[in-house]
């Protein structure tokens, strides 16, 4: 059962245009979420981050948003440069057994095109 | 800085050969460290996770293993490999905060 889910595989976004990735969860209890993004045969790279308390966090052409009521969170990147196509995973974390465990959606593969 | 550091990058081995994958960490002391397997087409699956040395959970039953001989040194090891150990195996890395570190991975190819 995917408590963390990525329903688009995909998405081809033009250069300059703005993407927008999705991510969904099932427990309301997780309260920190994170961006990352991975080239391949690459390590994924930290992105942002936001916390339940914030329903928005920006870096630069990166904003995360957060919707607590429909568990839902979105990664915007605006404008888009070929350099962005890579897999973005969404993951939240689960505190247990005193650690923080990363639970990972499926991922999106992002493709910028000129 | 911190740094991570995985090898090889990569590697073929036939079936039923050991394994033997090793993550070093640069720049921290007392990191919890994990290992992560992407296989094919999917996200990623943590395999095992360590708050110390010579403490080691595991998430999933599986045919690996892993050790902590050292603070920062983080081992992941088969005796035996199956075809469906193939996979990309990712080191990371976190200090206290939620945020974890991925080292640039290894990828396994068993035949």
């Known amino acids: 059962d995917q408590q963390v889910k990525q329903n688009s595989p995909s998405l081809s976004v033009q250069e300059g245009r703005i993407s927008i990735l999705n991510c969904d969860y099932t427990?309301?209890?997780?309260?920190?979420f994170l961006w990352y993004k991975k080239y391949p045969a690459e390590g994924p790279t930290f992105l942002i981050s936001i916390s339940s308390i914030k329903d928005k966090n920006e870096d630069g052409r990166f904003t995360v948003f957060l919707n607590k009521s429909a568990k839902h969170l979105s990664l915007h990147i605006v404008p888009s440069q070929p350099g962005d196509s890579a897999v973005y995973f969404c993951?939240?974390?689960?505190?247990?057994?005193?650690?923080?465990?990363?639970?990972f959606g499926a991922g999106t593969r992002l493709a910028v095109h000129p | 800085s911190q740094t991570i550091h995985q090898w090889p990058a990569t590697l073929v081995q036939p079936v039923g050969s050991p394994l033997s994958l090793e993550c070093t960490v640069e720049g921290t002391s007392n990191p919890n460290l994990y290992w992560y397997r992407q296989a094919a087409g999917r996200g990623l699956q943590l395999l095992f996770y360590?708050?110390?040395?010579?403490?080691i959970s595991s998430e999933v039953p599986q045919n690996l293993s892993a050790s902590r001989p050292q603070d920062r040194q983080f081992i992941l090891s088969s005796k035996k490999l199956l075809l469906s150990d193939s996979g990309f195996y990712l080191c990371?890395?976190?200090?206290?905060?939620?945020?974890?570190?991925f080292g640039p991975g290894t990828r396994l190819t068993v035949l």
């Open positions: 427990n309301s209890m997780f309260d920190y």
């Open positions: 360590s708050v110390g040395i010579g403490q």
């Open positions: 990371a890395w976190s200090v206290r905060g939620d945020t974890q570190y």
């Open positions: 993951a939240t974390t689960l505190r247990s057994g005193g650690y923080n465990k990363l639970i």
